[in-house]
């Protein structure tokens, strides 16, 4: 079995445990405010290695590193931007990640071999406690399978990963429940990789104006922006996205209806969820709810598509990869 230590706060012993571990270029897999992340010494690239063996990760999508503060942010970088001073003041320790121009300090692996490094102060107290108390940046994906549903809790990082994680600190649920909003700033303007938490008005404020990726990546191809595959936090079970308040005329199977704000009536048979009509709600719950049906043994999972506006950008992008069928 795994070893799981419950962290109470940001003194708790197992905090120095787990940094020994990972100056030792061991696995910890720790919360964060967005998921739980698998991590490693950032600028040890045996450690980092050992983070794509125990994820079956590509070695084409590079990982973001976890620092505590901006010194140690800069210091991994070749040019600061202004944009990143004020971004950082207004959203760090927070659910932003910058994509910058890489500083010789930062192992080819870390990038993916790319010229930029992806970087990250989290918020959530035993992480910034682990990463000054490991004294080096941490690299620090989703501590999941590739492809699979990020975890929120403790428990899904040992069923996930299993014996591949040397120690897994368990800070209980994670509050955001999404992967942080990755802004690449390193382009004439700054362009948004990854929707999260933080949204484009928000960014757009600080920076003006701000690009969307919008592309999808197959499997097998080159992808044009790391880390951009399209089925991607994916349950187990087959999930199709319909229509608010289309309902299901018959299903056969173990069937699931997630409905947003309210439920239509549903045959017998089929378990109906309400999840509330509102982003930051059901960003902070659609993992778990994944990870519950998919334990109970549900072959299929039907969810009501969110609205189109911006508030829902993050969770909207989790769900179309979610349920992208693997091309033959
Ligand atoms: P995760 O594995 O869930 O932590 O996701 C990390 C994300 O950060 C992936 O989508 C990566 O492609 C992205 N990422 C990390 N480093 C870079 C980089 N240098 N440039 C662009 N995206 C990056
Ligand atoms: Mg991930």
Known sequence: MTRLL???GSDDPAIFEAASLLRAGRLVAFPTETVYGLGADGLNPEAVAGIYAAKGRPATNPVILHVADVAAARALV???????????ARFWPGPLTLVLPASAAVPAIVRAGGPSVALRCPAHPVALALIRAAGRPLAAPSANRSQHLSP??????ASSLGEAV???????????GLESTILDLTGERSRILRPGPIGPAELAALVGPVDRWEGAVHAGEVQAAPGMAERHYAPRARL?????????PEASGAVAYVGLGKLPALPAGIRGILLPLDAD???????????ELDDAGFDRIV????????????????LRRASAKERP
């Open 78 to 88: 070749s040019h600061w931007p202004e944009a990143a001073t004020d971004l950082a």
């Open 152 to 157: 929120t809790l403790a428990q899904h990082v």
């Open 166 to 176: 040397d120690l897994i600190l368990d800070g209980g649920p994670t509050e955001a």
């Open 6 to 8: 419950h962290v109470a």
């Open 240 to 248: 199709d996205l319909v229509a608010p308040g289309t309902g299901l």
């Open 281 to 291: 709600a059901v960003g902070t719950r659609l993992y778990a709810l994944l990870h």
């Open 303 to 318: 969810m009501e598509r969110p609205p189109e506006d911006d508030a829902w950008l993050a969770v909207r992008d989790r």
